[in-house]
């Protein structure tokens, strides 16, 4: 009799172990249980979307179509409240159930609920799903102006894309400081410079006590000082949190995450979790993110997602699966230039803790904390480069003489000048997926991106690498 595999959530951990089943087991039946109402898309991508870079067509990763022909079943707007390990059921809402042989929990991340008066105002808005991001492109020709709430890279992307469109855009923050939890001083500094340039309003030390309405819309914003706030959209949703309602009451050990072992095992042996909600118990870097009341600290990256869900596939099945140490807390591109924070990338310098800062080429920065010897963490700006060494070593907890060796960049060979010096990182220019392109790799070999399955072509000047999709 073949196997049913259940996994709740549709984002790249839940798509990619999904696919992976697939290839594996051909006669297994695979189940796919959602609360978004569209298929598979790159939430990285919904501020392309907002500005009108990418149609909701282009966004949308995989059709329905996709799912038919892989004969996975996807069950849309599908909300699974509780997980009953001992029955092997899953229950729904409406209090059907159903049964699996193994199930995936990919839930991601929920945005901590908004709570003070004002709050369900029409022009309050999420950004954290497809929908939201429908919602606020649909709204736009009403707006002027927009507060952000909060400081994350939800609103950081939101911020961004508001002020791209024309509209007023005013940014609150907490502290004195932009995203303090995240980024180290001098990158916070960075990316208030990157949002006052692109015409975004930083409020320091400035919380919202309530939002204005009238006639059921919102207006505006009152801060706790007092202070009054013009705006037609107000964004919430930078807090974020582990979603791990429906495994409340089941048994399986939680903590701000779900807990699972190097193999993305929870505490039942038939149960895993993968990717945000995931929260390994022996990995580095992920203690500092439970400990956080407010969920500002969780991990969240696309790469590490996908990664796991392939992992978790492979542990569903009952195969040896080699565990690839990362520790990236989160890695984008805003307002032009990427950023990346591994590990306790942030952490200021103390009894025990050294922050090195690295030469690199302009318009860059990278930022090494080391504990006690051993590297702990990094803050990249500007180049991807040094990412996946750095990821590697910060997992590690690789000792300094080691580090300062492995990033080193390495001298092209005589006559060699077609061969990349060093070890690159750069996105799919279809699908996004972070690629890797090894130390001498040859200028015009082809790769295939692991996510989308295209042919590319490695394009090297003896300065500069990139990718080219390759044509018959």
């Given at each position: 009799m073949s196997r049913h595999f259940v996994i709740i959530g549709n984002g790249a951990a839940g798509f990619r172990a999904a696919k992976a089943l697939r290839r594996a087991d051909s006669a297994a039946r695979i189940s796919?249980?959602?609360?978004e109402r569209y298929p598979f898309y790159l939430r990285r991508q919904l501020g392309d979307f907002l500005t009108g870079n990418l149609t909701l067509t282009e966004l949308i990763f995989q059709s329905r179509n996709t799912y038919r022909r892989e004969r996975i079943d996807l069950f849309l707007m599908t909300r699974i409240t509780a997980v009953d390990p001992a029955a092997h059921e899953v229950v729904f809402a409406s209090?059907?159930?159903v049964r699996y042989d193994r199930l995936l929990v990919a839930t991601g991340t929920d945005a901590v609920p908004l709570d003070i008066p004002g709050a369900a105002l029409d022009g309050v808005v999420r950004f954290d799903t497809l929908r939201g991001a429908i919602a606020v492109r649909r709204a736009l020709d009403q707006v002027r102006r927009a507060a952000v709430l909060g400081a994350g890279l939800v609103g950081l992307k939101l911020a961004e894309s508001l002020a791209s469109r024309g509209v007023g855009v005013t940014q609150l923050i907490s502290g004195d400081r932009y995203w303090p939890e995240m980024l180290d001083e001098a990158a916070s500094q960075s990316v208030e410079a990157m949002m006052e340039d692109a015409g975004i309003a930083l409020r320091r030390n400035a919380d919202a006590r309530a939002i204005i309405g009238t006639g059921g819309s919102c207006i505006g914003v009152e801060t706790a000082d007092g202070k009054l706030l013009g705006a037609e959209l107000v964004a919430t949703g930078?807090?974020?949190?582990?979603?791990?309602?429906?495994?409340?009451?089941?048994?399986?050990?939680?903590?701000?995450?779900?807990?699972?072992?190097?193999?993305?095992?929870?505490?039942?042996?038939?149960?895993f979790a993968a990717g945000d909600v995931a929260e390994p118990t022996d990995a580095p870097g992920f203690a500092d993110a439970?400990?956080?009341?407010?969920?500002?600290?969780?991990?969240?990256?696309?790469?590490?997602?996908?990664?796991?869900g392939g992992q978790a596939a492979a542990g569903m099945l009952d195969q040896a699966t080699p565990t690839q140490p990362g520790a990236v807390r989160m890695r984008t591109n805003v307002f032009g230039r990427e950023i990346t924070v591994i590990g306790a990338g942030h952490l200021p310098e103390g009894e025990g803790r050294e922050a090195v800062q690295l030469q690199g080429p302009p318009d860059t920065y990278r930022r090494l904390v080391f504990e006690r010897g051993r590297l702990v963490g990094a803050t990249i700006l500007g180049t991807g480069e040094s990412v996946p060494e750095l990821d590697r070593l910060v997992a590690e907890g690789a000792a300094r003489e080691e580090v300062e060796t492995a990033i080193e960049p390495a001298e092209a060979a005589p006559g060699d000048a077609a061969r990349t010096p060093q070890t690159f990182a750069r996105h799919c220019p279809i699908c996004a997926a972070e690629l890797v392109i090894r130390c001498g790799a040859p200028a015009g070999s082809q790769i295939r991106c692991r996510?989308?399955?295209?042919?590319?072509?490695?394009?090297?000047?003896?300065?500069?690498?990139?990718?080219?999709?390759s044509r018959p």
């Open positions: 796919i249980f959602t609360q209090g059907e159930r930078s807090r974020r949190r582990p979603a791990t309602d429906a495994l409340k009451g089941s048994g399986i050990d939680l903590r701000r995450g779900v807990c699972v072992d190097s193999s993305l095992r929870t505490s039942d042996p038939d149960v439970s400990t956080e009341p407010d969920g500002n600290r969780t991990p969240f990256c696309w790469q590490r997602a996908w990664a796991q996510a989308c399955s295209t042919s590319l072509v490695i394009q090297w000047d003896g300065e500069s690498l990139w990718l080219e999709v």
